[in-house]
């Protein structure tokens, strides 16, 4: 059964935020810091403030609340969803999927465009946001696509699209094997491309320094992704206890990679945080980062890619090449992880074009 949802946080819970908010136990920071040790004090101090004193949820939630929101169950799992049809009836369908850490709100600035031309349904993966916490081992990605793919069945879509960045990304190739009988396509902007010892492939300049920088990443693994796909639970406490913690997790994250020339503004951030501290999903979506599987998802339907200059890292071609049907790859001049909140229109043009001119 799917029901309509509306976005009704209670008081009470505002108001436990702003008391915690205002009652923070603050660390001190060695002078002249930076960035060398973590998150600046000076501007997370500035964050949680305006968290605090000039944030309005529920201005936010009525502007969210103009959207159409539903909930289903699918595997013993609530699922919340956005579907926004276009005008054009007989228009293909698409299905978006966020990452970590971000969220529905991701697709924002690009539903207007894009449904123009495609009908969108934007779900929360289980574990995030509105569809709550996952309560059972093994919610991975290819489960979340099985959901994915009841979720379009049930809303009557025979044929349709997929699109995704960071875990969206995984999760929509997941599908495209799944289902590939109904999926036309996959687009995405995040496709790690992990080195292939011994491999006979002529690579240019650029895709060797791509490649040295996959390998410099995968030898320091950054701290916050060790700890969420090891110990999710335990960094969960954290987060899920103190306003700033969660503030600061996601708050760096943004920092780090989204391209300067293109910043998330501090609301639209703001509310991506709040939508995590509100629903409580901050274990449960770190345990995604658990849960996933390490190997390639394969994926045997046409293939778009757009790789992102600030991405956290850029995909090579010839090696997406071998192992996807790839039939439209973009190189965008600017824009970093969270494309769809960075650089909304290149990325509704860029994923319109795939689409519609590419899978003939």
């Known amino acids: 059964m799917i029901e309509p949802f509306r976005i009704d946080i209670p008081q009470a819970d505002l108001d436990d935020l702003t008391d915690r908010l205002g009652r923070t136990r603050w660390p001190n920071e060695v002078a002249d810091a930076g960035w060398d040790y973590g998150f600046p004090l000076a501007r997370l101090k500035d964050l949680a403030e305006h968290w605090r004193t000039g944030y309005d949820w529920r201005a936010h939630e009525a502007t969210l609340n103009k959207l159409p929101h539903f909930t289903t169950e699918i595997d013993g799992q609530n699922i919340h969803f956005v579907h926004v049809r276009s005008a054009k009836p007989d228009a293909l369908a698409l299905i978006l999927t966020h990452g970590w850490p971000g969220s529905f709100l991701e697709f924002l600035d690009v539903i207007e465009p894009l449904a123009r031309d495609f009908h969108l349904v934007i779900p929360s993966i289980p574990g995030f946001g509105f569809s709550g916490p ?9 489960r979340v696509a099985r959901a994915w793919a009841e979720l379009m ?29 109904r999926v036309v396509g996959v687009h995405v902007n995040y496709l790690p491309t992990r080195p292939v010892p011994d491999a006979d492939i002529a690579l240019s300049e650029t ?15 950054p701290p916050y992704q060790t700890l969420q796909a090891t110990t999710p639970q335990t960094i969960g406490y954290a987060l899920t206890d103190s306003p700033v913690g969660q503030l600061v997790w996601i708050a760096e994250r943004f920092a780090q990679w989204t391209d300067p020339r293109s910043p998330v503004s501090d609301e639209r951030m703001l509310t991506d945080i709040s939508l995590y501290w509100l629903t409580g999903t901050a274990a449960s979506s770190a345990r995604l980062s ?28 010839p090696l997406a090449e071998r192992l996807y049907d790839i039939r439209h790859w973009s190189e965008f001049d600017r824009g970093g992880h969270f494309a769809a909140m960075e650089v909304p229109d290149d990325l509704a043009a860029d994923i319109r074009d795939f689409f519609l001119n590419h899978l003939g």
């Open 153 to 181: 069945r049930r809303l009557g879509y025979d044929r349709y699209g997929a699109q995704g960045g960071d875990f969206g990304s995984g999760i929509s190739m997941a599908l495209g094997a799944i289902a590939p009988e």
């Open 207 to 221: 895709d060797q320094a791509r490649l040295d920088k996959i390998r410099q990443l995968m030898a320091n693994r």
């Open 290 to 317: 658990r849960e996933a599987p390490r190997q390639v998802q394969p994926c045997p339907v046409p293939v778009g890619v757009a790789v992102l200059p600030h991405d956290i890292t850029q995909s090579v071609r």
């Open 134 to 142: 996952t309560r059972e081992r093994g919610w991975d990605v290819v």
